[in-house]
């Protein structure tokens, strides 16, 4: 079983990286970007075969390391 | 006083911390991410800067929970003394130790350079050598300092008096020009900038040596 997890800054946190990529597509005439967020995916190879209970572990790992949920939020997909 | 310095691969200021601890007349035992248990008597664990674990997936987020990291924590739990510096600032926001986060430096570029900071509070040891608003210079040098921590967690910091220092002239895009702060307790402190690097007169700077003068001189009351 697969997990995809992506990690995503809050809304409201300012992202350094997210606006230096958005000045970069300016400049390279993409002039209609408003808005740049940068974030990361992490792929889980799971030995697990329950969806459920595949979902309630990477919430757990997403809880206690996946994510800083200080700063970021997550969302998880099974397959 | 006895003091532990944490080690974790990519730590690399861990021999300047225990020499700061050393020069000012405390013993220092030498603790490796992968020990379980905190030596016997410490008094203070000092977790150093550096790239720990190659700043994989968040900078400090692996080692914060490393076998020693819950070590740590325990530690500071029972009231022990806990000073993180630069990387091991942001292991200790990953531990949940100290409130908000260090961010990407809002300029997106490393900077190391000597810094002018102010002493924001006197109100903790790691303070208690200085005076209140005293300018010093301790060198900085990171690239993920840049420290948030939403409206409400910013209020209660400045009210409970916790930022210990503030950056004079912003490096990062730090909130408040916040460049320390303080646990509830006032016994664990974060900071990104290096009082280790400016304790002797060949480092450039000697403004870093009171904060290890008074950590030594804590006595057997910690």
Same mark, same amino acid.
């Given at each position: 079983?697969?997990? #995809?997890?992506?990690?995503?800054?809050?809304?409201?946190?300012?992202?350094?990286?997210?606006?230096?990529? #958005?000045?970069?597509?300016?400049?390279?005439?993409?002039?209609?970007?408003?808005?740049? #967020?940068?974030?990361?995916?992490?792929?889980?190879?799971?030995?697990?075969?329950?969806?459920?209970?595949?979902?309630?572990?990477?919430?757990?790992?997403?809880?206690?390391?996946?994510?800083?949920?200080?700063?970021?939020?997550?969302?998880?997909?099974?397959? | 006083?006895?003091?532990?310095?944490?080690?974790?691969?990519?730590?690399?200021?861990?021999?300047?911390? =225990?020499?700061?601890?050393?020069?000012?007349?405390?013993?220092?035992?030498?603790?490796?991410?992968?020990?379980?248990?905190?030596?016997?008597?410490?008094?203070?664990?000092?977790?150093?800067?550096?790239?720990?674990?190659?700043? %994989?997936?968040?900078?400090?987020?692996?080692?914060?929970?490393?076998?020693?990291?819950?070590?740590?924590? /325990?530690?500071?739990?029972?009231?022990? %003394?806990?000073?993180?510096?630069? @990387?091991?600032?942001? !292991?200790?926001?990953?531990?949940?130790?100290?409130?908000?986060?260090?961010?990407? @430096? =809002?300029?997106?570029?490393?900077?190391?350079?000597?810094?002018?900071?102010?002493?924001?509070?006197?109100?903790?040891?790691?303070?208690?050598? &200085?005076?209140?608003?005293?300018?010093?210079?301790?060198?900085? *040098?990171?690239?993920?300092? @840049? &420290?948030?921590? /939403?409206?409400?967690?910013?209020?209660?910091?400045?009210?409970?008096?916790?930022?210990? %220092?503030? &950056? !004079?002239? @912003?490096?990062?895009?730090?909130?408040?020009?916040?460049?320390?702060?303080?646990?509830?307790?006032?016994?664990?402190?974060?900071?990104?900038?290096?009082?280790?690097?400016?304790?002797?007169? *060949?480092?450039?700077?000697? /403004?870093?040596?009171?904060?290890?003068?008074?950590?030594?001189?804590?006595?057997?009351? =910690?």
């Amino acid at each position: 079983m697969k997990a #995809r997890v992506h990690v995503m800054l809050k809304d409201g946190v300012l992202d350094p990286q997210g606006e230096a990529v #958005r000045h970069a597509l300016g400049h390279l005439g993409f002039s209609g970007v408003e808005g740049v #967020r940068q974030g990361k995916v992490i792929e889980l190879d799971l030995a697990a075969t329950d969806a459920a209970a595949a979902e309630k572990e990477v919430v757990e790992m997403c809880e206690k390391l996946l994510a800083n949920t200080v700063i970021e939020k997550y969302t998880i997909e099974i397959a | 006083m006895k003091a532990a310095v944490i080690t974790f691969p990519g730590s690399n200021c861990d021999r300047d911390l =225990a020499m700061g601890f050393e020069k000012a007349g405390a013993e220092v035992v030498r603790v490796w991410h992968k020990d379980t248990e905190i030596p016997a008597g410490v008094d203070v664990i000092g977790v150093p800067g550096g790239f720990s674990f190659g700043d %994989y997936l968040r900078c400090g987020a692996i080692a914060s929970r490393s076998p020693v990291g819950q070590a740590v924590v /325990d530690f500071a739990k029972k009231g022990g %003394y806990v000073i993180g510096i630069c @990387n091991g600032f942001q !292991v200790l926001t990953e531990m949940g130790l100290l409130p908000g986060a260090l961010m990407r @430096n =809002a300029s997106l570029k490393f900077v190391c350079r000597p810094q002018k900071l102010k002493v924001a509070t006197t109100d903790s040891v790691f303070t208690s050598g &200085y005076g209140l608003g005293d300018e010093v210079v301790y060198p900085i *040098a990171h690239h993920d300092g @840049n &420290y948030v921590i /939403d409206a409400e967690g910013l209020a209660r910091l400045e009210g409970e008096d916790r930022v210990a %220092y503030r &950056y !004079v002239g @912003n490096p990062n895009g730090s909130t408040a020009d916040i460049a320390g702060v303080l646990s509830e307790n006032r016994r664990v402190i974060g900071m990104m900038p290096h009082p280790e690097r400016a304790v002797e007169g *060949a480092q450039g700077g000697t /403004d870093g040596a009171a904060l290890f003068r008074a950590l030594a001189g804590m006595g057997a009351d =910690a």
